[in-house]
């Protein structure tokens, strides 16, 4: 088994639980509101916003002997830089509020989210950080493309108002290859710690997925977290 494998199979349980969330699977096939779009676009921009910067203190972090990972972080930051604007421009242009969005405070999850795997570049290994990519590139390739498509279709929305979706289903693509190169090079525990900060990261971004579908339903966001975390 490859490490790359390893990385997948070690982490299918935490992936597949959250693929499995409602709200997910209503997306796939366009079955979400206007209410729901617009508020998985405001999570999306606050934890997007941190993911230059997160490379960033990932680059500075990394040992001599990682430089080859470094280099790729230059690569991932030149591609990602910017993209929470995309966010801010689909709101807009979905009818939404982008200046409210900025000024709002983040869910508990997405907060969550990012402090994680912040804590883990910081305090514990940095090549961590890759975790989080597996979770988020992982998953827009499986996803952000269909429920872009269905969602604009279901809603009667600009094709403007999902640039985010759109660009990640087929840009993520050619990310994951490069992706699994990256994994293929890791060792044992640098691998470890790729692997246990994916299956938090899939725990906390599935817990951002149901305290959307908690928060326009009148439901409880917290005990949503809760449970994803128990």
Not at 26 to 39: D, M, P
Not at 103 to 122: E, F, K, Q, Y
Not at 170 to 180: K, Q, V
Request: glycine letters at 8%; proline letters at 3%; charged letters at 20%.
């Amino acid at each position: 088994m490859s490490a790359y494998q390893h990385l997948l199979a070690e982490t299918q349980t935490e992936r597949d639980a959250m693929l499995a969330i409602p709200f997910l699977q209503r997306a796939q096939h366009g079955k979400v509101s206007h209410a729901e779009y617009l508020t998985f676009l405001g999570q999306a921009y606050h934890h997007v916003r941190f993911t230059v910067p997160l490379m960033m203190a990932c680059g500075a972090r990394l040992p001599a002997d990682k430089g080859w990972l470094r280099e790729a972080l230059v690569e991932y930051i030149d591609e990602e830089h910017g993209h929470e604007q995309w966010i801010l421009d689909d709101i807009r242009a979905a009818g939404g509020d982008p200046e409210a969005v900025v000024a709002a405070t983040p869910a508990p999850a997405t907060r969550l989210m990012v402090g994680h795997v912040r804590d883990v570049i910081s305090h514990a290994n940095p090549v961590g950080f890759f975790g989080m990519v597996l979770v988020l590139e992982g998953t827009s390739t499986a996803l952000a493309t269909q429920a872009a498509e269905a969602l604009q279709q279901n809603l009667g929305l600009p094709k403007e108002a999902f640039r985010y979706l759109l660009s990640h289903g087929s840009l993520d693509i050619g990310h994951m290859t490069f992706f699994e190169s990256l994994i293929e090079r890791l060792e044992e525990d640098d691998l470890a710690e790729v692997i246990d900060t994916a299956a938090m990261v899939y725990r906390l971004y599935g817990a951002m997925f149901r305290g959307i579908e908690a928060a326009c339903s009148g439901g409880d966001i917290n005990r949503e977290l809760a449970d994803a975390l128990a």
